[in-house]
């Protein structure tokens, strides 16, 4: 029960002060609760996280803005269990682990905005048992051609720590071991130690409308990642008679992404069309591509309805093999590293969705209750299906490989 209860008391505390802001003179605030649920409903690993999450923004000054905001992950699953196959060393029946853990973070910052521009400075904090995260951001956005056009440009620094074994750092790859839990990290326990995961992000935009119909918006990305990049609870078969090691990850990682979206209204149906396409390369030798299609119509002027869908596939990183008792390969430098991750294999999806909105803005002269200015509610599903190539758990294919997304959101603006 204590594990519900935090959330429930961020977002109580969070409209608390922004009725105090309110009675405190500033001009509006804006409250937003939201929750999410996703679900894996595997039969041999089911997964569920339950996100809820809060936010306030209180107009300081005219052109000042202040937020904060949390947000927690609540996890609950169960591992794998496997039945022996080609990468184990003796037919086995292991039963699946389960586990639970929780992620706190918490976020605040400043906007200022003056003119027809945007500057904005955030921190963030996260914690979890075995996962320590800080960042700070900025972004700066303009606006000019009669608010036509629209570029924008940002930064983040992150400074996370993770939990490991306490291997040392001239301990060879083979020989490191995963954690068995996450008891004693990021305590003076001697069988744990932490581990620096330095992170780099940078990402502009450019937005704009070239019709009263139609707008376009292109963003480019990339993020710099140093230190720890592995799971330090996953381990490999790296020998044919079952010798297994903690995955080893390069230390360093350049992701770049660029994204096109345009969108038009088609007037005779009411309705607004989104297509759009990204594409990612890194220096793991991974190539992603996504394409989205999107399609929103108002039911009632108070109410709208959006459905899409989105495909994504990708290739698998260098390094990646779903065997490496096998030798070395005679066309990449597999056997220096090794990994267990099937985010890193090669593999596509699918996600099919929907979305209502519902949003009413109160009368210049008359609030909704005394106080609200607008009040809005949304309610989403999707069902996301993934199609793994080549990834196996020891041989047998994983059937976690579907998942559910629901979530419910409310802002109010006071």
Known sequence: ??????????????LSLSLLASGAGAEVSTDAVRATVFLEPSKTSKLLVINPNGELSVNVLSVLEAHAAYEADIVSGATESLK???LSPVDIVSSATHFKDTRHQLSGGITLSPLDSQVSLNYTYGTESDYHSQALSVQATTN???????LSLGYGRGFDRVCTTAYAASDAPSVKRPLDSSKGCFTKTEDRASRKVDLDNFQTGWTQTWTPVFATQLVLYGALQHGFLENPYRSVVIAPAGDQ????????RLRLAAALRAKYYLRRLRMAFTAGGRLYRDTWDILGQTYELEAERFLWPDLRVMVHGRYYTQTEALFWSDDYTGGEPVDGPRGQYWTGDRELSPLSSYLLGGRFVFKKNADQQKHFAGVLASFETSFSVDVMKTSLEEFTWGGLKPDDTLALIGSLGIRAAF
Do not use: C, I, S
């Not at 000019?144 to 629209?150: D, G, I, V, Y």
């Not at 090691?245 to 360093?252: G, I, Q, R, T």
């Open 1 to 14: 029960m204590r594990l519900q209860l935090k959330p429930v008391l961020a977002l109580a505390a969070a």
């Open 144 to 150: 000019f051609l009669q608010k036509n056009t629209q």
């Open 245 to 252: 090691a903690l995955e080893n990850h390069p230390d360093n």
């Open 84 to 86: 022996g196959g080609r």
